[in-house]
């Protein structure tokens, strides 16, 4: 099992920055892919970012140029850096770490609202 725990949301003012963090622990191995989801009201869950255990690295469009996804191994870390908020950036924020087998882990999400 691992366990994945998320911080960092808050209330931010649109063109604002938070950045989210997700610390695993449990057993940490053959993890292929880190990311993160967020599920706005009435919307289904979409990826946000993904990193692989190679480095390389996915966003979804609407994210782009704004958000950056980073890891610190040493800490089991993963970190989601977001710039320029936008009002429709509020969202239920979510960790998943995939490991090789196909199984997902999920954290229980922060909540990320941008709003003045």
């Known amino acids: 099992q691992v366990q994945l725990v998320e911080s960092g949301g808050g209330l931010v003012q649109p063109g604002g920055s938070l950045r989210l963090s997700c610390a695993a622990s449990?057993?940490?191995?053959?993890?292929?892919?880190m990311g993160w989801y967020r599920q706005a009201p009435g919307k289904e869950r979409e990826l946000v970012a993904a990193?692989?255990?190679?480095?390389?690295?996915n966003y979804a469009d609407s994210v782009k140029g704004r958000f950056t996804i980073s890891r610190d191994n040493a800490e089991n870390t993963i970190y989601l850096q977001m710039n320029s908020l936008k009002p429709e950036d509020t969202a239920v924020y979510y960790c998943?770490?995939?490991?090789?087998?196909?199984?997902?882990?999920w954290g229980k999400g922060t909540l990320v609202t941008v709003s003045s």
């Open positions: 990193i692989t255990s190679g480095g390389s690295t």
């Open positions: 449990g057993s940490i191995f053959s993890i292929i892919s």
């Open positions: 998943n770490w995939e490991r090789l087998e196909g199984i997902h882990y």
